[in-house]
């Protein structure tokens, strides 16, 4: 009899570890799979300090997630922005005919990560071209470096915010190492600010 009650005793003792083994298991997957959206609030507020404004406004990715664009690489390739994860990603929309406020884009963004100094290797550059035209050679070898992905302008459009009466390819966006859309800059962004905001985010993040 009293061997059949330590028996019981150990089962029920077996049986509340388990159990607390399996809550915090679950509590462990729930913080990873919050982390991202943690991370780019935290990451929002460390360059906001003392209630200053950054240039460049914030997205909350649960309201814009990145979705499945079918993208192709230059090379005809199937690719995708996951490819591209662990590095903050500075972001251009537009059509394959490039004109000269989107060649001015362009340049802008090569700039501003040249402006970096050692953290520009932290900094991709992804334009996503919303036709199947072809792009301009002299372009391509200006802005060798940029990658270059052809995705639907209907997939862009639902996808990326703009500003009243505004259009995707008139902005510039930032996206996290984590993969997560957190910002966007002005039409006719002042690249001195959009410098000092991604500055900021390299110093304030380890990740990336």
Not at 60 to 82: C, F, T, V, W, Y
Not at 124 to 153: C, F, H, I, N
């Amino acid at each position: 009899m009293e061997q059949n009650k330590q028996d019981v005793t150990q089962q029920k003792t077996a049986q509340k570890t388990t159990q607390r083994d399996g809550r915090w298991k679950m509590i462990m997957v729930l913080t990873v799979c919050a982390a991202p959206m943690i991370f780019s609030y935290l990451t929002y507020y460390v360059i906001k300090p003392g209630g200053r404004t950054n240039y460049g406004a914030l997205i909350d990715p649960r309201e814009h997630p990145i979705p499945q664009m079918n993208a192709i690489a230059i090379d005809g390739k199937p690719s995708s922005l996951d490819e591209y994860k662990g590095k903050w990603i500075m972001l251009l929309s537009g059509p394959s005919n490039c004109q000269q406020e989107c060649k001015d884009r362009l340049f802008a963004m090569r700039q501003l990560r040249l402006m970096q100094g050692k953290e520009m290797e932290r900094v991709e550059r992804v334009w996503l071209v919303t036709d199947d035209q072809p792009l301009a050679t002299d372009l391509m070898s200006e802005e060798e470096g940029t990658q270059v992905l052809r995705v639907s302008k209907a997939a862009v459009q639902a996808w990326l915010p703009v500003e009243a009466g505004g259009d995707a390819s008139q902005h510039m966006y930032l996206i996290d190492p984590l993969g997560n859309l957190m910002m966007r800059f002005p039409k006719d962004a002042d690249p001195a600010k959009v410098k000092k905001d991604l500055g900021k985010l390299l110093k304030a993040s380890s990740i990336g």
